[in-house]
């Protein structure tokens, strides 16, 4: 029982420090697949050690030493081969002047560069233009995001194994290329932004809604998302995809207080308490999204999706919400960037905006399409559709199949009631709420 509760406990902090403690590692090694295979080690020294001596007093600054230790070992066994044949190169003498035995010279060195942030430079190595976007994608969510393999694929609609041999392929291209572990500065930074963004916002979804475990939303996640954007915008000032991203995401993360009861179930959009959602970061969102706006152009994905937050922020109740203008940000982010999810996520706006019926419509176009065939939203937002139009009988069972494809736990709870309520009304004729 010992064992196990340390286990968790380690899972836990890990899934919190992993991605710190290995770029800090990245720093010393410059390179991404040895600074993971150096802090696993530390994580396997932790389960050696921890169940007989005890969780450490900081479990967090235990692994980051260890690993560092590992690091520093790896060096100097690397310099002492080198020696040896008489080979020793000045970037291996910089590192190891770097590297002091309670490395704050090495972190004082890290702070005085232009972000002095491991992790947002352990992103932009792992989006190197060498990497494909889908590679880019998938390793920087395994290091930065902690999550899993399967997690992965889940997040970006692709099969498991494809997930996993993208990472070590992105690993192993990166070691062969000799990626330098740094930031890149004046014309290379924009050809790697885009992919960065991507990666940045799977990270906060899957904090702001977790694919998968006990919890709903995992706000580590989102805080580190959020955290990430706003150090981007202050190095990209003049991009307004930067500033929509973090408006975005500010906007959305202002209602996470009001998207769980006390015990931790979901609470859907339409029925949140609008006071508990956080003011501040609304007037944050809107601020960045302002920001956007005054660059000119045409707005991108993230603040067309900004735009749409602002919407649900600025109104005072569901029934306020300016549900045609939400529309037509839809129809305009399906010009720029088209994808089944945007369409699900259209159909919902126009079955609210112009009724079920027209909602219904432009799903069942979707239910053949590859991407969505394991996407346990599509038959949650037909069911909703259906149980709109007073057709309880094949909601409930939609309901139930998006019961079946969940694999976070408290949605799964939350379309089994759903399921469960349809079935109680099935000989009830509802009132149509768009009506009248």
Same mark, same amino acid.
């Given at each position: 029982?010992?064992? $196990? ?7 836990? #902090?890990? @899934?919190? &420090?992993?991605?710190?403690? =290995? ?8 390179? #991404? ?43 100097? @066994? ?16 910089? %590192? ?18 232009? !972000? ?6 352990? =992103? ?7 990497? $494909? ?32 041999? @993208? ?17 890149? %500065? ?28 006990? &919890? ?35 906007? %959305?993360? $202002? ?11 979901? #609470? ?93 419509? !432009? ?7 590859? %991407? ?38 408290? &949605? @799964? ?24």
């Amino acid at each position: 029982m010992v064992a $196990s509760l340390t286990q968790l406990s380690l899972e836990a #902090i890990w @899934r919190i &420090e992993g991605a710190s403690i =290995i770029a800090a590692v990245a720093r010393m090694v410059r390179d #991404i697949g040895l600074a993971e295979e150096l802090a696993q080690d530390a994580l396997v020294a932790a389960l050696e050690h921890w169940p007989a001596d005890g969780v450490p007093h900081n479990p967090a600054a235990w692994l980051m030493t260890t690993a560092r230790n590992r690091a520093l070992d790896h060096l100097r @066994r690397a310099r002492m081969l080198l020696e040896k044949h008489d080979q020793i190169g000045h970037e291996l003498e910089a %590192q190891e002047a770097l590297i002091v035995p309670d490395f704050v010279d090495a972190l004082d060195a890290a702070r005085s560069d232009q !972000i002095g942030d491991d992790l947002l430079r352990l =992103i932009f190595t792992a989006c190197h233009p060498v990497l $494909s976007t889908e590679a880019r994608v998938a390793l920087t969510l395994k290091l930065l995001g902690g999550l899993s393999t399967a997690e992965i694929a889940r997040a970006c609609l692709v099969p498991e194994p494809t997930v996993a041999q @993208r990472i070590v392929r992105a690993k192993r291209t990166l070691t062969e290329a000799h990626v330098p572990f740094e930031l890149p %500065q004046g014309d290379a930074l924009r050809p790697r932004l885009g992919s960065v963004l991507e990666v940045i916002y799977l990270i906060f979804n899957e904090g702001y809604t977790a694919t998968s475990g006990g &919890e709903w939303m995992r706000p580590a996640l989102t805080d580190e998302a959020v955290r990430l954007g706003r150090v981007l915008a202050a190095l990209a000032p003049r991009e307004a995809e930067v500033h929509g991203l973090v408006a975005l995401m500010e906007l %959305q993360a $202002s209602r996470a207080g009001a998207r769980v009861d006390a015990s931790g179930r979901p #609470i859907l959009l339409p029925d949140q308490d609008r006071s508990r959602w956080d003011r501040l970061l609304i007037r944050r969102g809107l601020a960045a999204l302002q920001r956007a706006e005054a660059l000119g152009g045409t707005l991108g994905p993230y603040a067309l999706q900004a735009a749409i937050a602002a919407c649900h922020a600025r109104a005072n109740t569901h029934a306020e919400t300016d549900w045609p203008r939400i529309v037509a940000l839809y129809d305009a982010l399906a010009q720029v960037m088209p994808s089944p999810i945007v369409e699900l996520n259209r159909a919902v706006a126009v079955g609210i905006a112009f009724g079920p019926a027209a909602g219904l419509e !432009i799903v069942d176009s979707l239910l053949r399409h590859p %991407q969505l065939a394991r996407y346990h939203w599509l038959p949650g937002v037909r069911a909703d559709l259906l149980a709109r139009l007073g057709r309880h009988d094949e909601a409930r069972a939609e309901f139930e199949r998006a019961a079946g494809l969940a694999q976070n736990a408290q &949605e @799964r709870q939350l379309l089994q009631e759903r399921a469960m309520a349809q079935s109680r009304l099935e000989t009830i004729k509802p009132r149509d709420p768009t009506a009248g």
